[in-house]
């Protein structure tokens, strides 16, 4: 059944949900020390699915924890032509990841999905580069199966982690025909260094210029170096921002970020109706300088 469909952007007819449904665990497997994927059958839900957007899963029956835990999804499964199922990539960091490792074929999950809006790439995009940081590399993969189904072949995928068992494999970054260049701060996987490493290489290529697409996903500190980086160049970025959420339509306003306006003030937004994929130039994080200026409310 089709929860009641709030005025979020990209969401423009109850076929596309979001639905609340118990979704049947198909597969729930390890690919790295601390990273699983989770294969869910929903037939339903999976159609509606586009390239950016989220779920909102109840990983517990307990009531630790009581919300629920948004989660980028990761691709879409199809069969015979049709889209059947999806899957997340998640880290097991708490009680209700744990819950999620735990989950055999069969059991069932109560979701609510698809939300937020979904990438935007220009018509004529020809490269891209898409950057991720830790578990930020969640929805990497369902991004550039989305670019290469509109032609674009010349696609890296900038991937950064701690170390090696924060790394997973390139196979499940990205898909076949993707470039996958890995950092590690302690240089365990890949070379030893930060994402933005891997871009300024690919600047030195000639490999990231104005016009190509680029989206990026992870925590502040790597949209903030990102962000600096690519700025003064004038190359643009899109980012799928994570922030806590209570109930991932809007209703609870309990993940607010800040973002510049065309005039230079600030506003409130909300990551779950207004994104979660914002301009990285826009947002205003903790720290930065214009920060100080005078916030207004959400319209």
């Given at each position: 059944?089709?929860?009641?469909?709030?005025?979020?952007?990209?969401?423009?007819?109850?076929?596309?949900?979001?639905?609340?449904?118990?979704?049947?665990?198909?597969?729930?497997?390890?690919?790295?020390?601390?990273?699983?994927?989770?294969?869910?059958?929903?037939?339903?839900?999976?159609?509606?699915i586009r390239a950016g957007q989220f779920v909102n899963i109840h990983t517990s029956p307990s009531i630790v924890p009581l919300l629920r835990r948004p989660m980028s999804i990761h691709r879409v499964i199809h069969s015979g032509g049709s889209a059947h199922g999806f899957c997340v990539l998640y880290d097991v960091v708490g009680p209700g990841t744990r819950h999620l490792s735990l989950l055999k074929p069969g059991q069932r999950l109560d979701v609510l999905g698809p939300l937020g809006n979904e990438v935007t790439v220009p018509a004529g995009t020809r490269r891209a580069v898409l950057v991720a940081g830790g578990v930020g590399v969640g929805p990497i993969k369902i991004v550039a199966e989305h670019l290469q189904e509109r032609g674009v072949r010349d696609i890296t995928v900038c991937y950064g982690g701690r170390d090696a068992d924060h790394i997973v494999p390139s196979e499940e970054a990205a898909p076949h025909g993707c470039r996958v260049m890995v950092t590690t701060d302690d240089g365990s996987a890949g070379r030893k260094g930060r994402v933005t490493d891997s871009l300024?290489?690919?600047?030195?290529?000639?490999?990231?210029?104005?016009?190509?697409?680029?989206?990026?996903?992870?925590?502040?500190?790597?949209?903030?170096?990102?962000?600096?980086?690519?700025?003064?160049?004038?190359?643009?970025?899109?980012?799928?921002?994570?922030?806590?959420?209570?109930?991932?339509?809007?209703?609870?306003?309990?993940?607010?970020?800040r973002q510049r306006q065309p005039d230079g003030t600030l506003a409130y937004r909300l990551c779950c109706t207004d994104g979660c994929i914002f301009p990285?130039?826009?947002?205003?994080?903790?720290?930065?300088?214009?920060?100080?200026?005078?916030?207004?409310?959400?319209?």
């Open positions: 059944m089709a929860a009641a469909t709030p005025s979020a952007p990209g969401v423009a007819d109850p076929a596309r949900g979001p639905f609340c449904l118990e979704a049947e665990v198909l597969e729930n497997r390890r690919i790295a020390p601390l990273s699983w994927i989770l294969k869910l059958h929903a037939p339903q839900l999976a159609p509606a300024r290489e690919l600047m030195a290529q000639g490999r990231l210029a104005r016009g190509d697409y680029l989206f990026a996903c992870g925590p502040v500190p790597m949209f903030r170096a990102v962000r600096d980086l690519l700025g003064p160049l004038g190359i643009e970025c899109e980012a799928a921002t994570e922030e806590y959420m209570g109930c991932g339509f809007g209703v609870c306003n309990g993940c607010p970020l990285l130039s826009t947002l205003v994080f903790d720290g930065d300088e214009a920060a100080s200026q005078p916030v207004g409310c959400r319209p």
